[in-house]
Each structure stands twice: as C-alpha cells, then as structure tokens.
C-alpha cells in the first residue's frame, strides 16, 4: 500500500492566494517528484528534486527536498483558477545493491479548488 | 510524437468478462510501466517492463492480470474474470532509463465493472 503522507487532503482558497503542501514518509527516498492530475487525466510531472536541501522552482511553483530525506513540501503562489486539481508527491527509492527500477510510490494527494 | 497513448479512454464490463487495454509509449522510451488507481487515491505500481522484459510484478497484480509487451514497444493489459474490485484508472507510463526525471503518463483508461 501507499507510505507516503501527504496533507493537507484539500484546500479551498480565494485566487491570489499562496498555497502550500507537504508529503512525508517513513522510509528514505533518492528523488522526489510533485505531479498535477485533472479530472480524467494522467498526472502531469511539475518539479522534480534529487538532493536533501534541494530547492527547486517552476513558474510560481517552488519544491524542497527536506533534509532528512523522508519528505518533501511544494509551494504554489498567487493562485489562478487553473491551479486546481490534484496534486501528488511521490519518491523513489533505490535500495543499496539495487538496480533502479524507476517505481515510484505516491501519496493519497492534496485537492486544490481556487475560487476566482 | 503525441506522448504515451492508452486505449481505450472508457471500459465498462460486466463482472467475469475479460479485459485488454493497450498502451502506446514514446518511441524512444525503453521503459513502460502500469499503475492502478482508484478514487480519491494516488497511483499504485503494477509492473514494468523494459524493452520486452518484464522485470518486476507488484503483489496487486493477481493471476488474473497479464500483461505482455511484444517488441519492446506497445504494451498491453489483461484482466481476466474481472470483478468489481477491478474498477479503476490502469495509467501507463514510460522513460528512458529509470524515469529519475519523472516519466510521461498516459491519459488512462477508465474501467468500470458492473
């Protein structure tokens, strides 16, 4: 099953707001990536991030790879209206003595709704 | 190239009715991979292939799941019997190598089991 926690579950927000959620894990991950999904659609990658610390941006869209490794928040400002959808952390794992497999484990997802 | 192409988009079967969805990847992907995902969920890993080989299966995929990419290049998926507890999204995806910079999802396909 899922090991990733991810929060808020939804948010409600007034446009021009900013917006942030956070994923976090039991276990240690070698990359994190935050995708969008709409309704009926394959996710869409936003940002990708490869090193504890790590701080990465795309647009009004900012990223972080907590230090520990073991979560990872994304941050979305002055919202629009076409930021809603669903938004999933999701890490990869490479165990040591392993390939890589490229799987990737993703959370149950923050629904993001902006009234204009 | 369009990205990676499933088919069909909508599935609606009766409960022991076989199923085949099929994926089309980026040419130039050599890795595809299966997720299942249910309502307010996120996607959940089924298998992956690379090239032709299939090389890990999840234990979400049970004995009445198959699936087979012939050539190393489209892939598809088979349910057999299916149930109820079949009814999900089957996203497909593929990359070149092992996906670190995130790979590319299709747009699923919407299987429905009365």
């Known amino acids: 099953g899922q090991q990733l926690n991810q929060s808020p579950q939804s948010m409600f927000i007034q446009e021009g707001e900013d917006v942030s959620m956070n994923c976090t894990s039991s276990s240690i991950f070698n990359t994190w990536l935050w995708y969008k999904q709409d309704p009926g659609e394959g996710p869409v990658l936003l940002i990708a991030?490869?090193?504890?610390?790590e701080l990465t941006s795309n647009g009004r869209l900012t990223a972080q790879f907590g230090i520990t490794r073991k979560d990872s928040f994304l941050n979305i400002s002055a919202s629009i209206p076409s930021d809603v959808g669903i938004y999933f952390c999701a890490g990869q794992r490479v165990e040591r003595g392993s390939s890589n497999t490229g799987k990737l484990i993703f959370g149950q997802g923050t629904t993001l709704q902006v009234k204009p | 190239d369009t990205g990676v192409s499933q088919n069909p988009r909508h599935k609606i079967t009766k409960r022991g009715q076989n199923v085949t969805f099929r994926c089309d990847p980026i040419s130039e992907h050599n890795r595809l991979y299966w997720y299942r995902q249910t309502l307010g969920q996120g996607p959940e890993f089924l298998t992956y292939?690379?090239?032709?080989?299939?090389?890990?299966k999840s234990r979400l995929l049970s004995d009445r799941f198959s699936a087979e990419r012939p050539k190393g290049s489209f892939s598809t998926l088979e349910i057999q019997r299916t149930e109820q507890g079949d009814s999900a999204m089957y996203l497909c995806?593929?990359?070149?190598?092992?996906?670190?910079?995130?790979?590319?999802f299709g747009s699923g396909t919407r299987l429905t089991v009365v």
């Open positions: 292939f690379q090239n032709e080989a299939q090389l890990e």
């Open positions: 995806a593929s990359s070149l190598g092992a996906g670190e910079d995130g790979y590319t």
């Open positions: 991030l490869y090193k504890a610390g």
